[in-house]
């Protein structure tokens, strides 16, 4: 059974940084898109950041870019979101969802809309607060 679960969460100071973990279990797919979501209260979710393992490109949202890194540790079989200069608007929860295509492909398999993801974690929430 596939599984995605988030962990890293919790309070912090504007200006702090934080790592989120995502450690997906039961794939067999070696070409798959994981993306971190959030979510705040009354909002939409919001894609923040993808990494493709098709070939390796990764995707920033223009509200994180140059604040947040995303990268996948193979040894660990996990992916990260490295958090840096929080901001109280980056308040959420934050989800780990992962994408599978069809076909085995060496495109870039981040940019698909947010219903093609199958797979979701159960969250990890995020307050950024003085």
């Known amino acids: 059974q596939l599984q995605l679960v988030e962990s890293g969460g919790g309070l912090v100071q504007p200006g702090g940084s934080l790592r989120l973990s995502c450690v997906p279990s039961g794939f067999t797919s070696t070409y798959y898109a994981i993306a971190w979501v959030r979510q705040a209260p009354g909002n939409e979710r919001e894609e923040v950041s993808c990494?493709?393992?098709?070939?390796?490109?990764?995707t920033y949202a223009d509200s994180v870019k140059g604040r947040f890194t995303i990268s996948r540790d193979n040894a660990k079989n996990t992916v990260y979101l490295q958090m840096n200069s929080l901001k109280p608007e980056d308040t959420a929860v934050y989800y780990c969802?992962?994408?599978?295509?069809?076909?085995?492909?060496?495109?870039?398999?981040?940019?698909?809309?947010?219903?093609?993801?199958?797979?979701w974690g159960q969250g990890t929430q995020v307050t950024v607060s003085s």
């Open positions: 969802a992962a994408y599978f295509p069809m076909e085995h492909t060496v495109q870039p398999l981040c940019g698909k809309p947010l219903y093609n993801y199958d797979y």
């Open positions: 990494f493709s393992s098709s070939d390796g490109s990764t």
